[in-house]
């Protein structure tokens, strides 16, 4: 996956840590991200500027590994 603001693509670490925390920011461009399962069972980053999307899927269920 990659930053949707400035295209850096996430080393596997991060994008592990970015399913643990839901919302972060961007080690390259430092923009606040957030991370949440699609509708598709994968997953998305969308900028979060304000927090409001935050809050929205704070309470979906924590990352499952796919089996």
């Not at 961007?26 to 991370?35: F, N, P």
């Amino acid at each position: 996956m990659d930053c949707p603001v400035c295209k850096t693509i996430f080393s596997n670490v991060e994008e592990i840590l970015m399913a643990v925390d839901k919302s972060f920011y961007c080690h390259h461009c430092w923009s606040r991200l957030i991370y949440y399962p699609d509708r598709q069972g994968g997953c998305c980053i969308e900028e979060d500027i304000t927090g409001d999307k935050w809050r929205r899927v704070k309470d979906i269920t924590p990352f499952q590994p796919r089996s």
